[in-house]
């Protein structure tokens, strides 16, 4: 058997990078040419030396595509050999991984330049969490602050929906020797969603541990810059995803927002009850009542109460936090978010007016809790 560097090349050929959907080769990660060394002594085994690339050290792919690369390289070499009896043990492969970028920043290093982190949180789907995140984000940008918002529900996306930015797509730029992702800008308001990065047609089948990592990305692999509030949008109940941003951020203080609905309430103390944790004790800033009553149009001195009456105000009360605003059901919120024009962008209506009086509320306890607490830690460290 004979092995020459185009064999292996071939070989790597074969294996697909699931980052590009192209080869290893079309995707320009073989970094050099591969290094073969003949046996020295009768029955020593080939040695293959090869250089992938990656574009940074937490690629998700990386693992996977190792492995492939070495069977294909150990299939290849069996298959130049002419023996189909002979062990793929005959060649010893090696496969050194370096990377485009330089390494991301350690977890309390992350996002240096940002000074409040608030997670919008609900114990259950269907209360209008990302409704609240969106018109808070904006409201606070209307009030002069620096704004990030990131769409962390890697499911079930919605904000780009929201700012009527679906067809838009991030690029990278090129900072302190890494490749950061640039957020969209729309609305005073920087924003990622991994709904920029897939279809907004297919469903994300993707196992916690992809899910995380892409979520670890769009955090410390963006370029956020100098922010006044970060808000993280994150998905209904408590989840892996809930336990990543606790283990990766230093979380400012949490808002839950739930309905009036008894259902709601008490999906929205386990909520409360997740954040209060020993382990992970991050302040509650506050309960936002979303659809507290419903309001027709053409009766807008009327209120209905379809969930209840000052549910939230009860549960702010027992658990001794601050009900920060009670959202009305108003058809034209649904409307704005739909077409990409959240009420928040308008002090001129009654809805527009109660987030702008929303975002100043959460200013205010946002400055009481960093005046009377000190930061919050994350979990898992010291």
Not at 27 to 54: C, N, R, Y
Not at 150 to 160: E, N, Y
Not at 344 to 359: K, P, W
């Amino acid at each position: 058997m004979a092995l020459y560097p185009q064999l292996i090349i071939d070989a790597l050929a074969t294996v697909v990078y699931a980052g590009t959907k192209k080869n290893l080769v079309e995707s320009g990660m073989v970094a050099d040419t591969p290094a073969i060394a003949a046996p020295q002594e009768e029955g020593d085994p080939w040695h293959v030396k090869v250089v992938l690339e990656f574009p940074r050290d937490t690629d998700p792919f990386l693992k996977s595509t190792v492995k492939a690369a070495e069977a294909a390289i150990k299939y290849y070499c069996k298959k130049e050999s002419g023996d189909r009896s002979q062990e793929s043990g005959e060649v010893d492969v090696e496969i050194i991984t370096e990377f485009k970028s330089a390494p991301r920043p350690e977890v309390g290093q992350m996002l240096p330049c940002v000074k409040n982190i608030i997670a919008v949180s609900s114990g259950k789907g269907g209360v209008g969490k990302s409704t609240v995140s969106a018109n808070l984000a904006i409201a606070l940008a209307r009030l002069g602050y620096r704004v990030g918002l990131l769409d962390t529900d890697i499911f079930g996306p919605s904000m780009p929906k929201m700012f009527d930015v679906e067809d838009e797509r991030p690029y990278a730029v090129k900072k302190d020797g890494r490749d950061l992702i640039c957020p969209i800008e729309k609305y005073g308001v920087k924003l990622l969603s991994i709904g920029f990065f897939v279809s907004p047609t297919t469903a994300t089948l993707w196992r916690g541990g992809m899910a995380t990592s892409a979520l670890k990305q769009l955090i410390a692999d963006a370029d956020w810059g100098e922010l006044d509030y970060f808000i993280l949008d994150t998905p209904p109940g408590t989840s892996d995803i809930h336990l990543t941003l606790l283990q990766t951020l230093p979380i400012t203080g949490a808002i839950i927002v739930s309905t009036p609905q008894q259902v709601a309430l008490a999906d929205a103390r386990k909520g409360i009850d997740m954040y209060r944790n020993d382990k992970v004790n991050v302040p509650i800033l506050g309960l936002i009542e979303n659809m507290a009553w419903f309001t027709p149009a053409e009766l807008p001195e009327n209120k209905y109460y379809i969930f209840g009456k000052e549910g939230c105000k009860q549960l702010a009360e027992e658990m001794n936090v601050p009900l920060l605003a009670q959202i009305p059901l108003v058809q034209s919120i649904c409307d704005n978010g739909d077409a990409g024009t959240p009420a928040a962008l308008s002090s001129d209506t009654a809805t527009g007016l109660a987030f702008i009086n929303l975002a100043q509320a959460v200013v205010t306890v946002v400055n009481r809790r960093n005046k009377e607490q000190p930061k919050t830690k994350i979990v898992g460290t010291k």
